[in-house]
C-alpha cells in the first residue's frame, strides 16, 4: 500500500535519545518553530501507510537553533574603491548556533551596474569579495544575519571614477582639487577624524622627496590590474607603489635609477646651495599622459669628469622603460648680452639652472621651466617645449636674454596653460625691461608672464604684468614669484589668474590681457593689498567659491622673531564670485587658529563635487636644510573646506600617525581614500640614514 503521511519525532539536548512524537504529516517538507535559542535538537521520522504499517526509523538528524543575540560585524568598516576594484570583506557572527551565516546585499548612491559578490551568502569568518560597480558614488555594503534577519552589519564604500591625479595640483590650471572624492567625507562613517582616519603605511626610497606623488587608477601592471603611486626622488630614482598594499611592492621590479651609465646624482656641495641637501637629482614634479601611458620627467646628473647634465625622460608608465629614443639630453642657447653670455649668445648651464618647478603637458608638449640654486652663478630663467611623441626640442625662451636672473620659482608650482594652449608663469627677480620703447626690451623680470604655444621654434609672447611698486633687478627682494599661480573658473566671459609673492598682495588679472606696466599704477582686475602679509612661498588652493592661500615669513629675506618663525600666517580663504565678477572678497572668509610658519603650505582640497569639502595642509616648518628652524616631521591636517576655523584631524594627533622629516613646498595627494605625503624619512638633511626618503600613505583606517 501507497504511503499516506509521516510520523515525526524529536528530542533534545545534546547526544540525547528519548525521542517524542511531534507531528504527523501527510507530505515533506515540515516547518518546527517555537523552540528554544541555542538548544540542540535530533529528529527521527517514520512512514506509514492506510494500514497503519510503518516503516523503520530514518537516520537522525541534529541541529542547532541559533541564539536569541545573534550580532553581526563587518571588516573593513570603510574603504575607497576605484571603478570596477574589488575588495575581501568579512562578516563575523556570534550566537549563530546553526552556523548560517549571512546574505550580502548593496545599495549605491551612483550606478549599481557592474557591483558584485563573489558569493551571495558566507558563514562567520570567510570573506568573499566585492567588485564595484561601473559609476561613481557611496556605496553602503550589508551583512543579514540568516538566522535572524533583523540582524545586520554595514560598510561604507566611496567609489571614484577619477581618472588620475597625473600633474601638479591636479589640472593644468594648477587648481589643487580632487572634486571626485567618495570615500573621505566630513561626517559619518568615513568622516576623517582620529577614530577612522590615520597612517597606514609607510614606503621607503633612495632619497627626499621633493615632487609631489602622482597617482593613477586601474593600470594594467606587473601582470594585474593595480592603482598606482608613483614617486620621484632626488637621485634621480622613481618607483612605481602599488597604492593600496603596505608591502611597497614596486610594480616595476625596483626603484628605476634614471641615471645614465657612469652618471650619479648631483649633491648640494656641487651646486653651493644647502636648499636641496644632501642630493639634487629630480626636483620638479613629473607630469604623465595616461593616452600614451608616458611620464615625462627630468633629471639632473653628473658624469665622473664632472661635467653636468640635465635630461628629459620619457618612462613608460607600466614598465619604467624608456620611449621615444630617450632620455633626451637638454640644451640650449638664445640671442643675447646678458650675464654669463658669449658671443652674442646665452647658453643654458645644467649646473647652475634648477629644474625645479613641475612639468606641463598641455597640447603635445612638454613644457619645462628653470631657475637657480641659491641664485648662484650667472644664471637665467628658461621655459621649453619638448614633443610629447618625439622628445624633440620645439622652442626656448630666456626670461632675462640681456639681463640677470629672473628665475621661474613659483615654490615648485608649474607653468599654468589654458584651452587654447597658452603658458602662463610667474618670474622671480631679475632684469626688467620689456616696457623699453627700444629693442630689445625681452627681459621679464618679476612679472608674469602669458606665453602663446609653441610654434616656429619659439613661444610668442602675449602679455605679462608686474607691479609697478617692485624695484629692479632685486634691489628690494620682494620677488613676484616666489609664489605660483593659478587659473581661475571662467565665469561668464571672465577669465582669470590669480597670484601672490613675496610683497603679500594677492593680484587677479585678466587672461586676455595680464595688464603689463605702468610706473604709477597696476592695471589688474582686483589687487587686495596685504592680504596675505607674510608673503608666499606655495601656490593658492580652489574649491567650490573658495580661494585658500597659506603664507609665510621667509626667515632669509625679513626680519622675524623665533615666535614669527614657528608661525607668522594662518591658512586663509577668501570667497570668489562664481556669479559675475570671479573676483575674491577683500576680507577672508575664514582662518585658521594654527599660524604656520615658513615656507608656509599650498593647501589641496578634496570633495565628493561641492560636499564634503576638506582642506588639506601640510606643515613643513622643519624641513631641515638652509633657513629651517629645525628638523622633524611633516605634519598633515584635515580642515573643514567650508569653515577653516574647524580642524578634522592632523597628524601630530597620534604617535603612531607621524610622518617622516619634512621637505620644502612638496603638496598632499588626496585620491581614492587615501593621502600621499612625501617626505625625507629620517634624513636631517646630511644623508646616510637608514630611511633617506619615505612616502607616507594616509587613509581610512579598516
Not at 561604507?156 to 580632487?178: C, E, F, K, P, W
Not at 607600466?318 to 646665452?346: D, N, Y
Not at 573676483?583 to 599650498?602: A, D, E, H, R, W
Request: with cysteine; hydrophobic share 35%.
Amino acid at each position: 500500500m501507497g504511503v499516506t503521511g509521516y510520523l515525526v519525532e524529536r528530542c533534545s539536548g545534546a547526544g540525547c535519545n528519548s525521542f517524542v512524537q511531534i507531528a504527523s504529516t501527510p507530505s515533506a517538507p515540515f516547518a518546527d518553530s517555537g523552540l528554544t535559542a541555542a538548544t540542540s535538537y535530533s529528529y527521527r521520522v517514520r512512514a506509514t501507510d492506510a494500514a497503519g504499517n510503518l516503516s523503520g526509523y530514518s537516520n537522525i538528524a541534529s541541529g542547532v537553533t541559533n541564539g536569541t543575540n545573534i550580532t553581526v560585524s563587518v571588516s573593513p568598516l570603510r574603504a575607497g574603491l576605484t571603478i570596477s576594484q574589488t575588495l575581501s570583506i568579512t562578516a563575523t557572527l556570534t550566537n549563530d548556533m546553526a552556523n548560517q551565516g549571512v546574505n550580502w546585499s548593496f545599495t549605491s548612491t551612483g550606478s549599481a551596474t557592474g557591483g558584485s559578490f563573489s558569493a551571495s551568502s558566507s558563514t562567520s569568518g570567510i570573506p568573499v569579495v566585492f567588485t564595484a560597480p561601473f559609476g561613481a558614488g557611496v556605496v553602503t555594503i550589508t551583512a543579514t544575519a540568516v538566522g535572524d534577519i533583523s540582524k545586520a552589519a554595514t560598510a561604507t564604500i566611496g567609489v571614484t571614477d577619477l581618472s588620475g591625479v597625473t600633474t601638479y595640483l591636479n589640472n593644468n590650471s594648477r587648481q589643487g582639487a580632487n572634486t571626485q572624492e567618495y570615500a573621505l567625507t566630513t561626517s559619518g562613517n568615513t568622516a576623517v577624524n582620529s577614530t577612522n582616519f590615520g597612517k597606514l603605511f609607510s614606503c621607503t626610497v633612495d632619497a627626499a622627496i621633493y615632487a609631489q606623488p602622482l597617482w593613477v587608477p586601474n593600470l594594467q601592471i606587473a601582470g594585474g590590474t593595480h592603482n598606482v603611486v608613483f614617486v620621484a626622488t632626488e637621485r634621480n630614482s622613481v618607483y612605481a607603489f602599488d597604492a593600496d598594499s603596505s608591502s611597497c611592492t614596486n610594480l616595476w621590479g625596483g626603484g628605476k635609477s634614471l641615471n645614465p651609465s657612469g652618471q650619479t646624482s648631483v649633491t648640494s656641495g656641487d651646486v653651493a646651495c644647502q636648499d636641496l641637501t644632501p642630493d639634487v637629482g629630480i626636483t620638479g614634479t613629473p607630469v604623465i599622459d595616461t593616452s600614451s601611458g608616458t611620464m615625462y620627467v627630468v633629471t639632473k646628473s653628473k658624469d665622473s669628469s664632472s661635467t653636468f647634465h640635465q635630461s628629459l625622460h620619457a618612462l613608460d608608465i607600466t614598465s619604467g622603460t624608456e620611449k621615444f629614443s630617450g632620455p633626451k639630453e637638454i640644451s640650449a642657447s638664445v640671442a643675447g648680452t646678458g650675464v654669463g653670455s658669449s658671443g652674442g649668445q646665452v647658453s643654458f648651464d645644467p649646473l647652475v639652472n634648477n629644474q625645479r618647478g613641475a612639468l606641463l603637458l598641455s597640447g603635445g608638449h612638454v613644457i619645462i621651466a628653470w631657475a637657480s640654486h641659491c641664485d648662484n652663478g650667472a644664471y637665467h630663467g628658461w621655459v621649453m617645449s619638448y614633443g610629447a611623441s618625439s622628445l624633440a626640442q620645439e622652442a626656448v625662451f630666456n626670461t632675462s636674454p640681456n639681463g640677470i636672473n629672473s628665475g621661474v620659482w613659483m615654490a615648485g608650482n608649474g607653468p599654468a596653460a589654458d584651452a587654447s594652449g597658452n603658458i602662463y608663469f610667474a618670474i622671480g627677480n631679475g632684469t626688467f625691461d620689456a616696457n623699453s620703447g627700444s629693442a630689445p626690451n625681452n627681459d621679464f623680470g618679476d612679472a608674469i608672464v602669458k606665453l602663446g604655444a609653441p610654434i616656429g621654434g619659439a613661444f610668442p609672447v602675449i602679455s605679462y604684468f608686474r607691479p609697478f611698486t617692485l624695484i629692479s633687478p632685486d634691489n628690494a627682494d620682494t620677488d613676484q614669484g616666489s609664489g605660483g599661480l593659478q587659473l581661475l573658473p571662467a565665469v561668464g566671459v571672465n577669465n582669470h589668474v590669480l597670484q601672490a609673492g613675496k610683497d603679500g598682495n594677492i593680484y587677479v588679472l585678466d587672461q586676455s590681457n595680464l595688464g603689463g606696466y605702468s610706473s604709477s599704477s597696476n592695471n589688474v582686475v582686483q589687487e587686495i593689498a596685504g592680504a596675505v602679509p607674510g608673503g608666499m612661498w606655495g601656490s593658492p588652493a580652489y574649491w567650490n567659491g573658495n580661494v585658500y592661500f597659506g603664507a609665510a615669513v621667509d626667515p632669509g629675506y625679513r626680519t622675524c622673531d623665533a615666535a614669527c618663525l614657528s608661525g607668522s600666517d594662518p591658512v586663509r580663504a577668501f570667497a570668489f564670485d562664481t556669479a559675475s565678477t570671479a573676483t575674491l572678497s577683500i576680507s577672508p572668509t575664514s582662518v585658521t587658529s594654527k599660524m604656520y610658519g615658513y615656507p608656509g603650505p599650498t593647501p589641496t582640497a578634496s570633495s565628493q563635487g561641492t560636499s564634503n569639502g576638506i582642506l588639506w595642509v601640510l606643515e613643513n616648518l622643519l624641513f631641515c636644510t638652509n633657513f629651517s628652524t629645525g628638523c622633524g616631521p611633516a605634519v598633515l591636517h584635515a580642515y573643514d573646506a567650508t569653515n577653516l576655523t574647524t580642524e578634522f584631524w592632523n597628524s601630530s594627533q597620534n604617535a603612531s600617525d607621524a610622518a617622516g622629516n619634512a621637505v620644502k613646498f612638496t603638496v598632499p595627494v588626496a585620491a581614492n581614500g587615501k593621502v600621499y605625503v612625501g617626505t625625507r624619512g629620517n634624513d636631517t638633511g646630511a644623508g646616510g640614514t637608514s630611511v633617506p626618503g619615505e612616502l607616507d600613505v594616509y587613509g581610512l583606517k579598516p
